[in-house]
């Protein structure tokens, strides 16, 4: 079973853009499907991101759509997700997440593996 950290949070202005990434360890990590997660004060945890085992397919929710893009290097066994264009809504902790199949999903129940969260405020 992989192991997950993840970086890259931080603060920026609205309108601004980040990088998250997240490093599995393990050899195994090119037959996990990735997912990105977030969760806000008060919120419960919402999908966000998702992507399959070889990144050939892709999924997002609504609100990040044309803003958002998850990648991943399965030779660094890292999955990223680019944030651009970055709202107050947004603001939350993200996280990645791993699930022992090729393809994505959409359901964080459907996830096994979690990383600690990296923390991402976006100012107004």
């Known amino acids: 079973q992989v192991q997950l950290v993840e970086w890259g949070g931080g603060l920026v202005q609205a309108g601004g853009s980040l990088r998250l990434s997240c490093a599995a360890s393990?050899?195994?990590?090119?037959?996990?499907?990735m997912g990105w997660f977030r969760q806000a004060p008060g919120r419960e945890r919402e999908f966000v991101a998702a992507i399959s085992w070889n990144g050939g397919t892709t999924d997002y929710t609504d609100s990040v759509k044309g803003r958002f893009t998850i990648s991943r290097d399965n030779a660094k066994n890292t999955v990223y997700l680019q944030m651009n264009s970055l709202k107050p809504e947004d603001t939350a902790v993200y996280y990645c997440a791993a699930r022992a199949t090729i393809t994505q999903s959409i359901p964080r129940t459907d996830y096994n593996v979690w990383g600690q969260g990296t923390q991402v405020t976006v100012s107004s």
């Open positions: 393990g050899r195994t990590f090119s037959s996990y499907a």
